[in-house]
């Protein structure tokens, strides 16, 4: 029958045949080349797509700065990775929905606005002047690229005008000046005494009957979520790189092929003068800029000071104010016309007038920084991280693909993959969907975890991509669906709440009761019995003296007529409850010209904020915003 086959698997009848099966195959490749698919979405908004890779990038970023402002006091398990992930999309989506808008109105944020934010910024800035190679650190230390940054920065610029076009249009009336002094620094005066809940606390005051009522009625209170254990292979670059052998003839071999790793490369100093033509200008403009420019150099070469013409006439609002002086940069950073201008002069000499894309400049080399390379010696340190990191990636690639074989051939065990590579089987903490910790806390991770492949068939997973240089499989161990539990394992916990609720509810009607016996005949001091009294003392709705929940209640409570005292009971933060007397108000004096002024720029500030707030959930709720972030990362 098979030679049947190939005897008639000729002439047309095999053309067919083949044209049937490449179209699949040539779609299909068309697909994975143009990656179609490929990428997995968070969010889209008005059509434009939020990848999980972004997301995730930008999350990692937020959980970073998180640990830099903490330092020793940053603890993971404080904070809910799925929470702050979300709250991270919704920046971002709010960023894009703010971005779009801005664009529709116009704004924007050219190159000229760009560079001079980025050469003002102190963080770069080196004996006070933009630093070239702080600047190169600071972006490698972000994992940015410096087109990456300045991108953010543009965002940045665009979303402030918008900002600042809402709040410079707030103004604050004679009206709203007054009624804020009025009541912003007015005073009250308070005397008050506290019930103690704990006064009515009594064990066994709980019955079995209350427990078992308690606890049919809140049963989804009681409910252990859905919780899945793993076993799992790590593969880490910087691991691997860690158990390579090195020697010096490696290192020094390393070291000679990557000098310009550990070294400074040349820097120079330079001022300018710029007269602004950009690239969309009309020829009448450019011609004019260029006259100008002329003008400038001819002032120049008479023997006039170069930064005090910089300072009058230099359009470069970065520099200007400096004489022109742009401090020390590398080559990179600066315009091309306008670097390959600096790097042809020689120390002290200006230059002809020179085209950029901000226009025509006037360049004086002010001075020159050699570029050095670190000795051998001084930099094995560096070379040895370097080698290691450089030889960890290389054998990650070839054992990711190993892995990922192996795993596959044997799906019903981790053990055999990583015996044969050399790695360990780690095992997790039991988890939640909502709560993960360390490598596996990822919602592609989680993902896989819960497919039904891993968790239904227990089979080992794909090999998953944690970042560039790391992958882990991982294997369901354990596995236990979300369930009420059992009476008898809350029991306790019931008990305790309603102990404490029977102690709050009899402080809270003692607390009624007193209330109701004040009067001015009768005052709290005799009411309070043996309670300790408090005050009389004055406050100010800012002032610390009193629990937060009593200051509200008080600023709340009516002004009493005169001769006449306002009374009232508050729960506090622990369940414990304040009785209260409120027996003056004095309102808040209108402020001195002086104060006036700074006074009106916070509100105005203020105001300008909430009504920034307003516009911006308007610009929202009439954009198309889709999240498309699912169960595996919620």
């Known amino acids: 029958?098979?030679?049947?086959?190939?005897?008639?698997?000729?002439?047309?009848?095999?053309?067919?045949?083949?044209?049937?099966?490449?179209?699949?195959?040539?779609l299909w490749g068309i697909q994975s080349y143009l990656g179609?698919?490929?990428?997995?979405?968070?969010?889209?908004?008005?059509?434009?797509?939020?990848?999980?890779?972004?997301?995730?990038?930008?999350?990692?970023?937020?959980?970073?700065?998180?640990?830099?402002?903490?330092?020793?006091?940053?603890?993971?398990?404080?904070?809910?990775?799925?929470?702050?992930?979300?709250?991270?999309?919704n920046r971002m989506v709010n960023d894009e929905v703010l971005q779009q808008a801005s664009h529709e109105m116009?704004?924007?944020?050219?190159?000229?606005?760009?560079?001079?934010?980025?050469?003002?910024?102190?963080?770069?800035?080196?004996?006070?002047?933009?630093?070239?190679?702080?600047?190169?650190?600071?972006?490698?230390?972000?994992?940015?690229?410096?087109?990456?940054f300045e991108e953010r920065v543009r965002r940045a610029l665009v979303a402030e005008q918008l900002t600042q076009a809402v709040e410079n249009g707030t103004f604050i009336t004679a009206r709203e000046l007054s009624e804020s002094d009025r009541l912003q620094?007015?005073?009250?005066?308070?005397?008050?005494?506290?019930?103690?809940?704990?006064?009515?606390?009594?064990?066994?005051?709980?019955?079995?009957?209350?427990?078992?009522?308690?606890?049919?009625?809140?049963?989804?209170?009681?409910?252990?979520?859905?919780?899945?254990?793993?076993?799992?292979?790590?593969?880490?670059?910087?691991?691997?790189?860690?158990?390579?052998?090195?020697?010096?003839?490696?290192?020094?071999?390393?070291?000679?092929?990557?000098?310009d790793l550990y070294g400074l490369p040349e820097q120079r100093q330079a001022s300018h003068i710029l007269i602004q033509a950009t690239a969309d200008a009309d020829q009448a403009a450019v011609d004019q800029a260029k006259q100008k420019i002329e003008d400038l150099a001819e002032?120049?070469?008479?023997?006039?000071?170069?930064?005090?013409?910089?300072?009058?006439?230099?359009?470069?609002?970065?520099?200007?104010?400096?004489g022109g002086d742009l401090g020390m940069f590398g080559k990179g950073i600066m315009d091309p016309a306008f670097e390959n201008a600096v790097f042809s002069l020689e120390e002290g000499a200006v230059s002809d007038p020179v085209r950029s894309n901000f226009g025509f400049h006037l360049i004086k080399l002010t001075g020159i920084k050699a570029g050095s390379v670190k000795p051998f010696d001084e930099a094995k340190a560096e070379v040895e991280k370097g080698y290691r990191l450089a030889e960890g990636e290389k054998l990650y690639f070839e054992m990711a693909e190993e892995l990922a074989n192996l795993s596959y051939d044997d799906?019903?065990?981790?053990?055999?993959?990583?015996?044969?590579?050399?790695?360990?089987?780690?095992?997790?903490?039991?988890?939640?969907?909502?709560?993960?910790?360390?490598?596996?806390?990822?919602?592609?991770?989680?993902?896989?975890?819960?497919?039904?492949?891993?968790?239904?068939?227990?089979?080992?997973?794909?090999l998953i991509e944690l970042d560039s240089t790391s992958s882990v499989v991982v294997r369901v161990l354990d596995?236990?669906?979300?369930?009420?539990?059992?009476?008898?394992?809350?029991?306790?916990?019931?008990?305790?709440?309603?102990?404490?609720?029977?102690?709050?509810?009899?402080?809270?009607?003692?607390?009624?009761?007193?209330?109701?016996e004040i009067s001015t005949t009768n005052p709290l001091m005799q009411v309070a019995g043996n309670y300790p009294v408090t005050g009389p003392i004055t406050v100010t709705r800012n002032s610390r003296e009193l629990p937060p929940a009593l200051s509200s209640e008080l600023f709340r409570t009516l002004k009493p007529q005169a001769g006449e005292i306002s009374s009232g009971s508050i729960k506090l933060a622990q369940g414990d409850f304040a009785v209260?007397?409120?027996?003056?108000?004095?309102?808040?004096?209108?402020?001195?010209?002086?104060?006036?002024?700074?006074?009106?720029?916070?509100?105005?500030?203020?105001?300008?904020?909430?009504?920034?707030?307003?516009?911006?959930?308007?610009?929202?709720?009439?954009?198309?915003?889709q999240i498309l972030l699912k169960q595996d990362s919620e």
């Open 1 to 26: 029958m098979l030679q049947e086959i190939r005897d008639k698997a000729q002439g047309w009848i095999a053309w067919a045949i083949v044209i049937l099966i490449s179209i699949p195959f040539a």
């Open 36 to 89: 179609i698919g490929s990428e997995p979405l968070a969010a889209t908004v008005n059509g434009v797509e939020i990848t999980e890779r972004s997301l995730e990038s930008q999350f990692q970023r937020f959980r970073q700065q998180l640990r830099d402002q903490l330092g020793s006091a940053y603890r993971p398990e404080l904070f809910d990775d799925v929470r702050m992930r979300k709250e991270v999309l």
């Open 106 to 148: 116009g704004l924007r944020a050219g190159s000229s606005m760009i560079q001079a934010a980025i050469l003002s910024m102190s963080i770069f800035h080196k004996d006070g002047r933009f630093d070239q190679q702080t600047y190169e650190r600071s972006l490698q230390l972000q994992g940015l690229s410096p087109a990456g």
């Open 185 to 259: 620094k007015q005073t009250r005066e308070i005397t008050y005494f506290t019930i103690p809940a704990a006064d009515y606390m009594v064990d066994n005051s709980v019955t079995d009957s209350e427990v078992a009522s308690y606890y049919e009625t809140n049963e989804s209170a009681f409910i252990s979520p859905e919780k899945i254990k793993l076993e799992y292979i790590l593969l880490d670059a910087e691991a691997i790189g860690e158990t390579i052998d090195v020697d010096d003839e490696l290192l020094r071999g390393f070291y000679d092929d990557n000098q």
């Open 299 to 322: 002032k120049i070469r008479a023997g006039e000071s170069f930064a005090e013409l910089a300072k009058q006439h230099s359009q470069d609002p970065g520099s200007a104010a400096s």
């Open 411 to 462: 799906p019903t065990s981790l053990e055999s993959s990583a015996s044969a590579l050399g790695l360990t089987v780690a095992e997790s903490e039991w988890m939640t969907r909502d709560q993960q910790t360390g490598p596996l806390a990822k919602p592609k991770v989680l993902g896989a975890a819960y497919s039904d492949d891993v968790l239904k068939e227990r089979n080992n997973s794909e």
């Open 479 to 516: 596995h236990q669906e979300a369930s009420v539990e059992p009476l008898d394992d809350v029991r306790s916990r019931i008990v305790e709440l309603l102990t404490r609720q029977k102690a709050e509810e009899q402080a809270g009607a003692e607390a009624g009761k007193r209330v109701a």
């Open 580 to 625: 209260f007397v409120l027996s003056q108000v004095t309102e808040g004096e209108s402020a001195s010209d002086e104060s006036r002024v700074q006074q009106v720029e916070n509100m105005r500030r203020l105001y300008g904020r909430s009504y920034y707030d307003r516009v911006l959930e308007d610009l929202e709720s009439r954009a198309d915003v």
